[in-house]
């Protein structure tokens, strides 16, 4: 499908969501060598949303990733999260944090439960109720006394979900976290994820290849390519009535109705009358039509894909 508008309609948005950004990217650069990976990236991450992030191989999402955790530090700029600074005040700034960077990482011979337990052991602020409603959360009821080891990957991601969130974060970082799940495990993934912005509030930041899927997660994307911010799109935004969209008109006598009409006003593509109008030129544009005995079989607005914007964008790139 192809897009005119910049606002792609998306199924279960949130709606925007407005508050102090959960993290904000001050001017951050990271240079290895004489090679700048990150350039300058100035981004805000509102609170409550999947916020996406997008970009072809060697963009520096992953680099990007590593700073926000802690496990590289910017060569300039900072990392702000929830009103800390990630290079000077890291246990404050860490302490919001859940994190997976690709598969997480369990004890095999622990149950699942010791595996929730042993982490909650591990911070003062976790008591063991919030074990359990991890568990019901991420669906593991049934299996949370058996061993990792005996765990498939769609449940280990589950697991994983319900440690990085046992703390209660504000933020929960992925990378690349449907990494090998099959359909209904990216689908049950991509629920949780969702609903655990609604229910506590989290923040997701989410990379991943799969742009199918980033564009039914998430609520906002940002695109990088060679470290620089691109864009920044609202995928769950409504057009307003006012948006002018192409919208595709199946009919019978389609030359017919582009002379009604006027050349000015439509194009004929692919069998179908296309014109760009508003909301109120589609149902004036329809009346028209089946008062001129032109039967409408059907009607449609033009859409983009997530990765049509994003090959358009960068011109092709690969992504990671």
Do not use: W
């Amino acid at each position: 499908m192809e897009i005119i508008s910049d606002k792609i309609p998306i199924p279960g948005g949130s709606g925007k969501t407005v508050g102090e950004p959960v993290v904000r990217f001050d001017n951050v650069v990271k240079r290895i060598g004489r090679k700048t990976i990150i350039e300058g990236l100035t981004l805000d991450v509102p609170p409550g949303q999947v916020y996406g992030f997008l970009g072809p191989n060697g963009s520096g999402k992953t680099t990007t990733i590593r700073m926000m955790t802690g496990l590289m530090a910017p060569s300039a700029g900072d990392i702000i999260i929830c009103g800390h600074s990630i290079t000077g005040q890291f246990e404050q700034a860490i302490s919001q944090v859940g994190a997976i960077v690709e598969n997480p990482e369990m004890y095999g011979y622990l149950s699942g439960y010791q595996n929730l337990l042993q982490y909650a052991r591990m911070r003062s602020d976790v008591p063991k109720e919030r074990i359990g409603e991890v568990i019901r959360f991420t669906g593991l009821e049934h299996r949370i006394h058996d061993k990792v080891s005996t765990y498939s990957l769609g449940m280990r991601q589950r697991l994983g979900v319900a440690q990085a969130i046992l703390h209660r974060p504000k933020l929960l970082i992925l990378d690349e976290p449907t990494n090998g799940l099959d359909p209904q495990g990216i689908r049950e993934l991509r629920d949780y994820l969702r609903e655990l912005t609604r229910s506590e509030g989290t923040t997701v930041f989410v990379s991943s290849h799969l742009l199918s899927e980033m564009e039914l997660m998430c609520d906002t994307v940002a695109i990088i390519q060679a470290g620089r911010l691109i864009d920044v799109r609202e995928l769950h935004s409504e057009a307003d009535a006012d948006t002018t969209v192409e919208t595709a008109f199946d009919v019978d006598r389609v030359e017919e109705a582009l002379v009604l009409l006027g050349e000015e006003i439509g194009i004929i593509r692919d069998g179908r009358l296309v014109v760009r109008t508003n909301r109120q030129g589609i149902a004036e544009i329809n009346m028209r039509l089946v008062q001129a005995g032109i039967a409408v079989y059907g009607i449609r607005t033009l859409t983009r894909s997530l990765e049509d914007q994003f090959l358009e964008m960068t011109g092709g790139g690969h992504i990671v």
